[in-house]
């Protein structure tokens, strides 16, 4: 069997980055809204951020150092929020998503059951919604078969 010049070329295209921005009622790309997202967890990462007066003030890209040299650790600053981001991959759409604390949660009780029931998170398509809080969006996470 014989590849079209498509996918040859497909299998070594980049998959296209999108920044997602949780809103109460949904996920937001480009201006657009989502009511839900699907795909697998390709990476995870800890991140650290601190909002004063409605803007970022310090944050810390690998949970440890902030940008401004001083550990996480040393700081400890009662307002600063770890969020995890997270790399959702589905075809050729890589989408990065920062989760609040509960939204983290979530995911990390939804690999819990995953784990025990021997199955990678990693190997698992998702389907993500959000629960609206209000003021804030929470992600909440159901494989998909």
């Not at 784990?115 to 998909?144: C, I, M, S, Y």
């Amino acid at each position: 069997m014989s590849m079209s010049q498509q996918q040859l070329r497909g299998a070594f295209a980049q998959p296209a980055l999108f920044l997602v921005k949780l809103q109460p009622d949904g996920f937001e790309i480009d201006g657009q809204s989502y009511q839900e997202l699907a795909g697998r967890i390709i990476k995870t990462r800890l991140l650290r951020k601190l909002f004063e007066d409605g803007s970022l003030s310090c944050q810390s890209k690998d949970g440890v150092t902030a940008d401004n040299g001083i550990a996480c650790d040393q700081c400890r600053h009662p307002r600063c929020r770890p969020i995890l981001r997270i790399q959702l991959l589905e075809q050729q759409r890589r989408y990065l998503i920062d989760l609040n604390a509960s939204s983290a949660h979530n995911l990390f009780a939804l690999e819990d059951r995953l784990h025990v029931a021997g199955q990678p998170l990693a190997d698992t398509r998702l389907r993500l919604t959000v629960f609206n809080h209000g003021q804030w969006a929470e992600v909440q996470f159901e494989p998909l078969p």
